[in-house]
Nanobody, 125 residues
Framework: QVQLVESGGGLVQAGGSLRLSCAAS????????MGWFRQAPGKEREFVAA????????HYSDSVKGRFTVSRDNAENTVYLQMNSLKPEDTAVYLC??????????????????WGQGTQVTVSS
């Protein structure tokens, strides 16, 4: 079992920044690939970013590339999402997810085994 708790969301003006955290408890966090996804009202869940277990491989969606940075601290069992130059279209609930037996770093939701409850990010224009 892996429990995930996101934090750091909030209301920010366009052009601003937020840093999301996802704290993991349970076994083998350092072996998990971690992903960030988001879901806006009335829309499907969307891939945002992902990072390998060691942190040496990252993937980003085209919509956030160059603005968002995913990182992790395995000693602290935490994965981060630094979000800069935020836009109103970034407004969504952001969820982190853990793949406990990764063959690769997936940008699809299917391989992820555990999910957090999400944190709301709202960007005003």
């Amino acid at each position: 079992q892996v429990q995930l708790v996101e934090s750091g969301g909030g209301l920010v003006q366009a052009g601003g920044s937020l840093r999301l955290s996802c704290a993991a408890s349970g076994r083998s966090f350092s072996k998990c690939a971690m992903g960030w996804f988001r879901q806006a009202p009335g829309k499907e869940r969307e891939f945002v970013a992902a990072i390998s277990s060691s942190g040496d491989i990252t993937h980003y969606s085209d919509s956030v590339k160059g603005r968002f940075t995913v990182s992790r601290d395995n000693a602290e069992n935490t994965v981060y999402l630094q979000m800069n130059s935020l836009k109103p279209e970034d407004t969504a609930v952001y969820l982190c997810a853990a793949d406990i037996s990764p063959f690769y770093v997936s940008i699809r939701a299917d391989p992820y085994d555990y999910w957090g409850q999400g944190t709301q990010v709202t960007v005003s224009s």
